[in-house]
């Protein structure tokens, strides 16, 4: 799975989660500001990191715009899908939101 090896250093490059408490990292994500994150919110958080570092905009990653310069080139569809995947996978108690445990619970 690099793909997912690859979010998870994408993750790590947008959030300096070290120096966040947990909730001021979720309040990046919320959106409306209710506490927890949607799959909207969720993606449309991430989208701005995939733009962030997608440095020429053409809507996918290549190898050069890649943490490390390594791997695959990634598309943002790709990349959203995953990142839907990524959000069930985080969403321990299946109520369709991440709280602020569940949104920092290390990628698997
Ligand atoms: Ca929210
Ligand atoms: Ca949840």
Known sequence: ??????????LAASAVLAQETRSE??????GDGDGR???AEYLAYMDRS?????SNGDGILETGELPGHRGRPITLTDFQDNLRRQFHKLDRNR??????????APPR
């Open 95 to 104: 109520d369709g939101h991440l709280n602020a445990r569940e949104l920092t």
């Open 25 to 30: 990292y979720l309040q990046m994500f919320d």
């Open 50 to 54: 995939f733009r962030s570092v997608d």
């Open 1 to 10: 799975m690099r793909l997912a090896a690859t979010l998870a250093l994408l």
């Open 37 to 39: 994150v949607s799959e």
